[in-house]
């Protein structure tokens, strides 16, 4: 089994192992992302890059009547997912994809966050302008990406991610750009938060 390309791409029975050390090993990561989020009642919040399905379940917990959508490109994760958000049916749709082509109108989402996928998101700029494009005016972007999070080719995030993201994010049009390392238990963690411009 490849483990970079089943962390980047979980599938099949490999990919369901994966599913669950990641579930296990992101904990404290995702629900740190979902606390950034922020979530208000009844607000429509996009996860892209779900994997098992954790941070859609502390999203639908997180405030009354939220609304939450999911993309995922693994159609394992989307599977894992959905039994782990079944309770949730009717305020979780969960669609498989990636970040450079959403099914979703202009300006449907309060908050767009991803939780170590945004590395992965190819071509990386036009995926930060499509999430812009779903993102309502005002609305909010939460990243968070481990420096070890893996890359499509095999390496990792690194040390110098932030230089290599902001740029991208400046490009797209995001304000209130903030980036910043953090420690966590699994190495250190960019934080990035940024808003579509009113």
Known sequence: MDLTRQFALPQGLGGRVIGALMAVMNAAQVKET??????????????IGFGPGIGLVALAT????LQVAGVDPSATMVAAAGRRTRRFADRVQLHEGTAAA?????ATFDAVCATNSVQLWRPRAESLAEVLRVLKPGGRLVLSILERAVLPDGGSAGPHFDEDLRPDLEAAGYADLQLH??????G??????????L
């Open 34 to 47: 979902v606390r950034a989020v922020a979530p208000k009642a009844d607000e429509h919040v996009l996860e």
């Open 62 to 65: 997180s405030a009354p009547g």
């Open 181 to 186: 390392w953090r420690p966590s238990k699994l």
């Open 102 to 106: 959403l099914p979703f109108p202009d």
């Open 188 to 197: 250190r963690a960019l934080s990035v938060t940024a808003t579509r411009p």
